[in-house]
């Protein structure tokens, strides 16, 4: 699966996977699939088929592995409590679920909030309660159950699902509260401290900020992209290196946060 952005410029994400080549969906918004021909899969080093110059496009990818991430993709049947099977080999902690066929919302579920709450990737609304979207059943090793809603189980509706995972030393799914005044330490199990990282608060409206160390986690200002927007990058003091993970700063507003973090 991978993401990328323009940097510089107010544009789209751009969402795809090999399960899907040449279609995209994006993260934004709550656009249906659409076709790019450049989407391809074709190596065993990474994905696309184009030629450009501008070194402000950049991409994230993350590659299908037990105990980490796995991509599937269904037809729904709009049959509440349908399980969905999938090859992580451990229970999702987070999932993103999107309707391919229809304009329709990225439903978001984190082991942190519960199977009976969502929150949405293309907005920056706190966590909802929903008793139907996952029909309020845990996922297992095997298995995600949806529920009857056309966003994610509509009949005949195509659908495709993200699915990560913790796995130790490589990356971490989890939940922190944070204090204003008093800067957090997040520690994700990591030796050489986080290289990517994905934060949201959940108890209160906030956007979906995105961090890594190609554009530089620094004690100070930091690169910052927000997935659920256009906005180009900004630079802004947030988190700070940490061997185990990483440090959110003590000038940021108390709550409670949700994150994904890879080593």
Same mark, same amino acid.
Request: proline share 2%; glycine share 8%.
């Given at each position: 699966?991978?993401?990328?952005?323009?940097?510089?410029?107010?544009?789209?994400?751009?969402?795809?996977?090999?399960?899907?080549?040449?279609?995209?969906?994006?993260?934004?918004? !709550?656009?249906?699939?659409?076709?790019? +021909?450049? #989407?391809?899969?074709?190596?065993?080093? %990474?994905? =696309?088929?184009? @030629?450009?110059?501008?070194?402000?496009?950049?991409?994230?990818?993350?590659?299908?592995?037990?105990?980490?991430?796995?991509?599937?993709?269904?037809?729904?049947?709009?049959?509440?409590?349908?399980?969905?099977?999938?090859?992580?080999?451990?229970?999702?902690?987070?999932?993103?679920?999107?309707?391919?066929?229809?304009?329709?919302?990225?439903?978001?579920?984190?082991?942190?909030?519960?199977?009976?709450?969502?929150?949405?990737?293309?907005?920056?609304?706190?966590?909802?309660?929903?008793?139907?979207?996952?029909?309020?059943?845990?996922?297992?090793?095997?298995?995600?159950?949806?529920?009857?809603?056309?966003?994610?189980?509509?009949?005949?509706? !195509?659908?495709?699902?993200?699915?990560? +995972?913790? #796995?130790?030393?490589?990356?971490?799914? %989890?939940? =922190?509260?944070? @204090?204003?005044?008093?800067?957090?330490?997040?520690?994700?199990?990591?030796?050489?401290?986080?290289?990517?990282?994905?934060?949201?608060?959940?108890?209160?409206?906030?956007?979906?900020?995105?961090?890594?160390?190609?554009?530089?986690?620094?004690?100070?200002?930091?690169?910052?992209?927000?997935?659920?927007?256009?906005?180009?990058?900004?630079?802004?003091?947030?988190?700070?290196?940490?061997?185990?993970?990483?440090?959110?700063?003590?000038?940021?507003?108390?709550?409670?946060?949700?994150?994904?973090?890879?080593?």
């Amino acid at each position: 699966m991978a993401i990328y952005k323009h940097k510089g410029n107010t544009t789209d994400y751009v969402n795809t996977a090999r399960l899907i080549q040449t279609k995209y969906l994006i993260p934004n918004n !709550t656009n249906a699939e659409a076709t790019l +021909a450049t #989407l391809m899969y074709d190596y065993q080093d %990474g994905y =696309f088929n184009a @030629t450009s110059t501008d070194s402000q496009y950049l991409s994230w990818m993350w590659r299908r592995a037990p105990s980490y991430f796995d991509v599937v993709a269904y037809t729904g049947n709009g049959t509440a409590g349908r399980t969905v099977s999938h090859n992580l080999g451990v229970a999702p902690e987070m999932m993103w679920v999107k309707g391919r066929d229809s304009a329709d919302i990225w439903t978001v579920y984190h082991s942190a909030l519960g199977a009976g709450k969502r929150l949405k990737l293309h907005q920056t609304t706190a966590a909802e309660d929903d008793l139907s979207s996952f029909n309020n059943t845990a996922p297992t090793s095997s298995v995600f159950t949806v529920g009857s809603l056309g966003q994610i189980n509509g009949s005949g509706g !195509t659908y495709i699902a993200y699915l990560f +995972a913790s #796995l130790d030393g490589v990356s971490k799914v %989890g939940s =922190f509260t944070h @204090t204003n005044g008093t800067a957090t330490n997040v520690d994700c199990g990591f030796s050489n401290g986080a290289r990517f990282v994905l934060l949201k608060y959940y108890d209160q409206a906030s956007d979906w900020w995105v961090f890594d160390t190609e554009r530089g986690i620094a004690a100070g200002n930091d690169a910052r992209l927000i997935l659920n927007n256009t906005n180009s990058e900004t630079s802004t003091d947030q988190i700070d290196p940490y061997s185990a993970g990483f440090t959110y700063d003590s000038a940021r507003a108390s709550g409670d946060i949700i994150f994904y973090a890879i080593a």
